[in-house]
Each structure stands twice: as structure tokens, then as C-alpha cells.
């Protein structure tokens, strides 16, 4: 488990994250990388709330404090 910064550097290096302290069975966060097919030109986070469910991501002021960050499997 690590803090924010732990998170970010995981997440850069493509891999799924979540916080041990969310209710939501299934959620974490993952980096997007727009390629040539995408609407989107720059890098984003986005959640996968459950059910194949994506949304694009900001981090709170709790999740941005938090220690409880971990990989999601």
C-alpha cells in the first residue's frame, strides 16, 4: 500500500489501482492513453465503478491525502 505519490507512479506504469477504503466492490483507477482513434488527446484517469462502467476520474482531497492505496486485481 502507499500514498498518492506511490499511486501516480504505479498508474504511469499501466497498472490498476485502488483504495482500500472504497465501498464499491470491482472500483479502481486506471491510466488512459489516447491513441490514434480517440477523441481524447491527452492522458487521463479514469474509474471503473463496477459492471464494465467507465468514467473519467478526479481525485478528491481524501483520495489525494490517503495512504490506503493499493493494486487492484
Known sequence: MGD???????????????????????MYVELQRPDINSKMTLPYVYISIGNNELVPWLCSQVDLLASDWEFAE
Open 4 to 26: 498518492i505519490g506511490w499511486a501516480i507512479s504505479r498508474i504511469n506504469s499501466g497498472k490498476r489501482l485502488r483504495r482500500r477504503g472504497w465501498n464499491g466492490r470491482n
